[in-house]
């Protein structure tokens, strides 16, 4: 069958620097990929390249056999890609079903004209809109905040609302870039809940995370980046015990013996589920991903807007 995504050979580099180098891999209909690597292994710039933010300098991007390797994001979202974008906020000043209703109207009917004048098919239109977007809310628990200002609900919730309005475009493919940067405990736990029924319904999604605990909880495989390229896939299961892996995150060759120091054996869904392993080597990766794992949800939240060259088909 054809699968979802598929990505041929794609390379992106900054200033002769390869950021993602030669990456294949499919995605089949239903399956949540995780999408992982040490810092600066090049998961934010394939992301975008998947998203359609960035431009690659070669290969290909397909969504369900069609080539959108040229197409910038808002075309692709109008194929089927919804993105929650890593620290992702909500549109203040207006309420949760309000912000959900933001992701239906991308695929609304009516025109400026019809909504000047609020014409009855107009009218109909934003009474479905609601309906849907009431829908969203209620697929991640968040019903019974439809009303409350968006910006008052704590950041797990807001989180979820982001989500809700991605699902509202009912995507063919969902990309969550970090969606449980900056959660903890029942935050975070909430948050999985929810990512682990969209895949119970058998919605196509690609989750980057930092967290490798979180992402081996939610992935039904996961394709491990190093250095922009791909260096393992498999299940959650087999990428941990991946000497590559272990090596690639610990910044030294793997003993295969020590499996205890295989990625992500912090507990799912914990504040402390980053990928380096207490104890594991000091300095270099080891560092940096604890590093991460700290960063995680404050600055490191923020995406960096300005390097993408969004739209510049
Ligand atoms: N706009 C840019 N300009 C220059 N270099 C960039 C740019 N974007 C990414 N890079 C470089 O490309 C490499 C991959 O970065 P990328 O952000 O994709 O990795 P990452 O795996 O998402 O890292 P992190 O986990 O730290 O977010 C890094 O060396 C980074 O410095």
């Not at 002769?16 to 294949?24: E, I, L, P, T």
């Not at 969203?136 to 609302?161: C, F, H, K, N, Y």
């Not at 900056?182 to 895949?199: K, Q, S, T």
């Not at 910044?251 to 392993?277: M, Q, Y």
Request: with cysteine; hydrophobic share 45%.
């Amino acid at each position: 069958m054809t699968p979802v995504l598929r990505l041929d050979n794609l390379s992106r580099s900054f200033g002769g620097v390869f950021a993602v180098r030669d990456v294949s891999l499919a995605v089949p209909s239903g399956e949540t990929r995780g999408l992982i690597g040490p810092n600066g292994a090049g998961k934010s710039t394939l992301f975008n390249l998947v998203a359609g933010l960035l431009r690659p300098d070669a290969g290909r991007v397909a969504l369900e056999g069609d080539e959108v390797t040229r197409l910038p994001a808002h075309r692709r979202a109008a194929q089927g890609v919804a993105i929650v974008f890593q620290g992702a906020r909500v549109f203040p000043g207006l309420t949760a079903v309000e912000n959900v209703m933001v992701g239906a109207h991308t695929s609304a009917r009516h025109g400026f004209l019809g909504a000047a004048i609020r014409s009855r098919r107009c009218r109909r239109e934003e009474r479905e809109i609601r309906e849907a977007a009431l829908a969203a809310l209620e697929r991640v628990g968040l019903a019974e905040w439809a009303d409350v200002p968006a910006e008052s609900l704590p950041l797990g919730q807001q989180r979820r609302a982001q989500l809700a309005r991605a699902l509202c475009a009912r995507p063919r493919l969902l990309l969550l870039d970090e969606p449980a940067a900056g959660l903890r405990g029942a935050e975070r736990a909430a948050l999985a809940g929810v990512i682990d029924g969209l895949r119970g319904e058998g919605l196509t999604m690609m989750l980057v995370e930092h967290d490798v605990g979180f992402v081996s909880r939610l992935a039904d495989r996961v394709t491990v980046l190093d250095l922009g390229a791909v260096i393992a896939e498999g299940t959650p299961d087999e990428v941990r015990r991946d000497p590559a892996v272990v090596a690639a995150y610990l910044g030294a060759p793997a003993d295969p013996a020590a499996g205890s120091a295989a990625p992500g054996s912090a507990a799912p869904g914990s504040a402390a589920g980053g990928p380096a392993a207490p104890g594991a080597a000091a300095g270099g990766r080891a560092a940096q991903a604890a590093g991460a794992a700290a960063a995680d949800g404050a600055g490191a939240d923020s995406a960096r807007e300005g390097d993408r060259d969004a739209g510049s088909a």
